[in-house]
């Protein structure tokens, strides 16, 4: 999947942004002002997704181009390679659990103003 791809499936969800908060390289995708993803633009290859822990252990055995996100909590982040193998439906599947997983930790005030949100992975 290519970073346009990418950009497009994350910005899709409902209510999610982007910005960058860090410099001028580092994009992140936001819903509700907390960030489901991440990507550098200078190194495309490497994107960051949030991820339940015990799921993050079984993608990453199960995939090569799947580890611990540097310069993240490593039990509830994971970097995609997307130079790598990984197909498509899975990367897309992979976005939406990060967006929902950050969903599911909104407080109950935002996620009831913003029920669109409220989507199943």
Not at 43 to 66: S, Y
Not at 71 to 86: E, S, T
């Amino acid at each position: 999947m290519d970073i346009e791809s990418v950009r497009d499936y994350c910005l899709s969800l409902p209510l999610a942004t982007e910005d960058f908060p860090f410099d001028e390289t580092t994009l992140a995708f936001r819903v509700c002002g907390k960030i489901f993803a991440m990507i550098d633009l200078e190194r495309t290859e490497w994107f960051v997704l949030k991820c339940d822990p015990d799921r993050a252990i079984e993608l990453r055995e199960q995939h090569a181009e799947i580890s611990p996100a540097w310069h993240m909590n490593k039990k509830h982040w994971n970097q995609l390679n997307l130079y790598g193998l990984l197909p498509d439906g899975l990367v897309r599947s992979l976005i939406r659990h990060s967006y929902v997983m950050v969903v599911r930790k909104l407080p109950k005030a935002v996620r009831e103003a913003n029920p669109q949100v409220n989507i199943n992975e």
